[in-house]
């Protein structure tokens, strides 16, 4: 879910604790978050730390590749005047569109590592796939602030004054600044875990924004954004569910 290419291990019997808590600071850290995450058995290392490094760099370069492809595909109609009779609207579409679907690319990361431990490599993905998110929102933003309001600052505060859908873009960027800003390990160490942890959520906050964006922005009975909205519904719902069950859990726990 976070930008943040880690995850949490489990402390349970036989995991890699110190004296001093688990290793998750300095050199330790990214070593044994994705060495020894997995179901929480003893000595049982997780299918990230056992993915042979070759297949790791060939996934990783193929992540690249298409998550580089709506900037591609704008470059290359754009050299052959291809963007069609608004290429303004069709630049601004594609960064949004790519934007929306990576950060929703990355929320489900972390439900389908849940759902199966043998998925739990999908996390060394996660951070590539939530800054390429920002990349893609940045270029969206760029495209608002050059091609619509020429860098117009009146312009630009008429424009969230008056149009909702912007105020409501805008405020999704906003949201992934620092997500993207603290998505390094020297970034995990000096805020802690859980502080983390609780600003990383804002992920799910920015996605709705951007969902509301979109809403807005289409003309009225336009049921295009319906399916991103359905998926990030589905997402939503499988991280109250995981609440609910943690919650349980503990209770229980205490309980006996």
Not at 161 to 168: M, N, P
Not at 175 to 188: C, D, F, K, Q, Y
Not at 206 to 215: R, T
Not at 229 to 240: E, F, I, K, Q
Request: proline share 5%.
């Amino acid at each position: 879910m976070k930008f943040l290419d880690s995850t949490k291990p489990h402390r349970k019997p036989g995991g890699v604790w110190g004296t001093r808590g688990p290793f998750t600071r300095g050199k330790f850290q990214g070593r044994f978050l994705h060495t020894f995450w997995g179901d929480g058995a003893p000595g049982r290392l997780c299918p990230s730390a056992m993915m042979n490094k070759r297949v790791l760099l060939a996934l990783k370069v193929a992540v690249w590749l298409v998550c580089l492809v709506p900037l591609g595909l704008l470059v290359y109609h754009g050299f052959e005047n291809n963007l069609g009779p608004d290429p303004t609207a069709t630049v601004t579409h594609a960064t949004g569109f790519a934007t929306l679907r990576l950060l929703v690319i990355t929320l489900a990361i972390t439900p389908l590592r849940r759902l199966s431990p043998r998925l739990a490599w999908l996390v060394r993905f996660r951070r590539l796939l939530g800054l390429f998110a920002f990349f893609y929102g940045c270029l969206h933003l760029l495209t608002y602030l050059w091609l619509y309001s020429g860098f117009n600052v009146g312009a630009m505060v008429d424009d969230i004054a008056k149009r909702r859908y912007i105020l409501a873009g805008f405020t999704a960027w906003l949201l992934l600044v620092p997500l993207a800003a603290t998505s390094t390990n020297w970034s995990i160490r000096k805020l802690g875990g859980k502080r983390w942890q609780a600003l990383h959520r804002l992920t799910y906050l920015s996605a709705i924004c951007g969902v509301i964006h979109y809403w807005w922005i289409v003309k009225s009975g336009v049921r295009t954004p319906i399916t991103i909205t359905l998926v990030l519904a589905v997402l939503l719902l499988a991280r109250v569910v995981w609440l609910v069950r943690q919650r349980v859990e503990r209770q229980a726990r205490v309980a006996a």
